[in-house]
């Protein structure tokens, strides 16, 4: 059977110690666990991504506007209909900002 080329899931014991510190430097660094301890393995110390500044700021500004959507369905003349795409404006909104929650506790933990 040839080798998988992708990556497994496989399963390692540690103490809640050893795994909070694992998380926490795989979290620093921007990336998956196993991407993470991957990088370790190979002697690699794991850098932060460069592009999630990109990232945070194209999701911070689809969710100003969609935002801003909302604010003019909530001001249109058909209550029942803007009201409809008001909530469904929101529930996206509120999609992106937990997209983007993980970068921006990172963000606000380095200032």
């Known amino acids: 059977m040839p080798a998988p080329t992708g990556r ?5 014991t540690a103490t809640p110690a050893e795994r909070a510190a694992i998380t926490q430097a795989a979290y620093h660094a921007g990336l998956p666990i196993g991407a993470a301890m991957a990088q370790l393995a190979e002697g ?4 932060q991504r460069a592009d999630w500044r990109i990232g945070i700021d194209a999701l911070m500004r689809c969710a100003g506007l969609l935002e801003e959507i909302a604010d003019a369905v909530a001001a249109a003349e ?3 209909a803007g009201a409809d795409l008001a909530a469904s404006l929101d529930r996206i909104g509120m999609e992106i900002a ?4 993980p970068w921006l506790r990172r963000e606000k933990n380095a200032s």
């Open 44 to 47: 690699v110390r794991p850098n």
């Open 8 to 12: 497994m899931r496989w399963e390692i």
């Open 78 to 80: 058909d209550e029942s």
């Open 98 to 101: 937990l997209i983007a929650r």
